[in-house]
């Protein structure tokens, strides 16, 4: 045959009936399969001549993970659950299969407590499924150990894997006993790779933290400096005070604004001191109650303590500085301004002049930012009885969350027992998980009583997706009692007798489901 490789190329597109490459001989179908060998054969000749190129460096090799390996059931858990992790995305009607989205991230956090190594086999997949849900970051970094690490360096798409160490828990970053590479990191390194580099130090060696960050602050752009001056709340001590009163004449207004902020968190800074003197000149206990003066002027010394001299609309300027002053003053600033008195007592005092809602709004928030629990306590109060409205004038959630777990759970789940759900997600949100049993039970008793009582179905959708991840396993038996009834449910919308039949078995499924992922986690192992 002759002709060259492009007269093949149009004979192919022609067709041999109509061009026939030169030298080729026969019928039509014998031209067609002669066409293809020579073809074939020029393929052949076309890669022979290609000269190779020089050998690419080796890729290093991957650490050693000393953890053991998973048990061969969780194992082929994990790989049904990485297969189907879009499951559930789709539509508001899940029926009652268990969403394997959602179990992912708990089988995640269960296999890095145990402290298992990934399979490798895995790995791909993993890294994937972290690349497209950062909530699954910190736990799937960690569970992919060093391997997943060194297989991130080998593909752009994982680079987030190399620059995640600080939510990883990834123990092959640079620590204070190497103290040269942590400096490279941090003069060399991205951006992100320098955030999770300090906040690891600020774990590990938190002065070796506030030194690297102090020997290049100056030079830093505005809005890197307040994300790593962020990044000092992991830590905080008297030992940050000096770096954080140099914040305060900071060019950037948010970086004062944060200087201030960690600084009022501790209660024996300089400027605590500074901002409950101000705050006691404003507070004070006459015959008749609490009285109160809020300043009439925000002064050079007051912004230079972080209080922002304009109020959001809405918001009268005094009340506004007052807020900010009491914010900052240490809570311990009261039992002595108020003759000694608890907490408790302080919040019953009347305040006179409706200036209530804003000083406890105030206590509200230095308690959070304080993680202080006897003011957290009293500002609470007891759950408020059925037909009570909170005492707190702040966020519940944020006070809870100071108390110990039993005592958060206990008190949801008397607010649930009395007012419902209607006001109770948030609150659920930061108890701990597992939910005790007294707490998880006045869940699921108060999800019977709103199917009971007719109401939408839909609108417990949120509280259902929390209980499917936040219930102990253990209910699973008390759920699926309920999953048959409410049939008979006067003035219920329609379908949704069918609804909450679905949410309750979906409900009970998932808890089992997720008893069986805990089992098969649970082999002994060294």
């Known amino acids: ?90 539509g508001n009607r899940r029926g009652s299969a268990p969403n394997l989205a959602e179990l992912l991230p708990q089988w995640l956090a269960a296999a890095r407590r145990e402290g298992y190594a990934a399979p490798p086999e895995l790995l791909p997949a993993l890294l994937d499924a972290a690349r497209a849900r950062t909530d699954l970051r910190s736990d799937a970094l960690a569970f992919a150990g060093p391997r997943g690490r060194w297989l991130a360096g080998l593909n752009p798409d994982w680079k987030y894997a190399l620059r995640a160490g600080a939510g990883a828990g990834a123990a092959d970053g640079p620590g204070p006993e190497e103290p040269g590479q942590a400096e490279r990191l941090w003069e060399e390194g991205l951006f992100a790779e320098r955030i999770a580099l300090l906040s690891r130090l600020r774990v590990s060696a938190p002065d070796t933290a506030l030194a690297l960050l102090a020997a290049t602050w100056k030079s830093e752009r505005a809005e890197d400096r307040l994300m790593f001056l962020d990044s000092l709340r992991t830590g905080l001590s008297r030992a940050d005070e000096p770096f954080l009163e140099q914040a305060l004449t900071d060019r950037s207004r948010n970086v004062r604004a944060t200087a201030a902020e960690l600084l009022s968190a501790l209660p024996g800074s300089a400027l605590a001191g500074r901002m409950a003197a101000r705050a006691r000149s404003c507070v004070s206990l006459g015959p008749d109650g609490i009285a109160v003066e809020a300043p009439y002027e925000c002064d050079a010394a007051m912004e230079r303590d972080g209080v922002a001299p304009r109020p959001p609309n809405g918001r009268g300027e005094r009340a506004w500085w007052l807020g900010q002053l009491v914010d900052a003053a240490p ?23 409706d200036w209530q809602p804003d000083l406890h709004a105030s206590w509200c928030r230095a308690a959070v930012r304080q993680r202080d629990e006897g003011w957290a306590r009293a500002l609470l109060g007891p759950p408020p009885a059925a037909a009570a409205p909170l005492a707190a004038v702040g966020d519940p959630a944020k006070l809870l969350s100071i108390l110990p777990a039993a005592e958060r759970a206990e008190w949801v789940a008397a607010f649930i027992a009395a007012h419902g759900l209607s006001e109770a997600f948030q609150m659920l949100g930061v108890c701990a998980v597992p939910w005790a049993a007294p707490l998880g039970r006045a869940v699921v008793d108060a999800l019977d009583i709103a199917r009971d009582a007719g109401s939408y179905p839909w609108s417990f959708s949120g509280v259902m997706g929390l209980a499917e991840r936040c ?56």
């Open 1 to 90: 045959m002759g002709g060259g490789w492009d007269d093949l190329v149009g004979s192919a597109l022609l067709g041999t009936e109509r061009r026939r490459p030169g030298g080729m001989v026969g019928d039509a179908e014998e031209a067609a399969a002669g066409l293809l060998d020579a073809a074939a054969t020029g393929v052949v000749r076309r890669r022979a001549g290609i000269r190779p190129g020089p050998a690419g460096e080796r890729p290093p090799v991957a650490a050693e993970d000393r953890r053991p390996d998973l048990p061969d059931a969780a194992r082929r858990r994990l790989g049904m659950l990485l297969a189907d992790r879009t499951a559930g995305s789709g």
């Open 331 to 353: 809570l311990a600033t009261w039992p002595a301004r108020f003759g000694g008195r608890t907490p408790e007592e302080i919040i019953a005092l009347p305040v006179l002049d």
């Open 471 to 526: 219930l102990d396993p253990a209910g699973a038996e008390q759920v699926a009692a309920l999953a048959g009834g409410g049939d008979g449910v006067p003035d219920a919308a329609p379908g949704a007798a069918a609804y909450w039949g679905e949410a309750f078995q979906r409900l009970g499924s998932t808890l089992r489901l997720r008893a069986q992922m805990l089992s098969e986690l649970r082999p002994a192992h060294p």
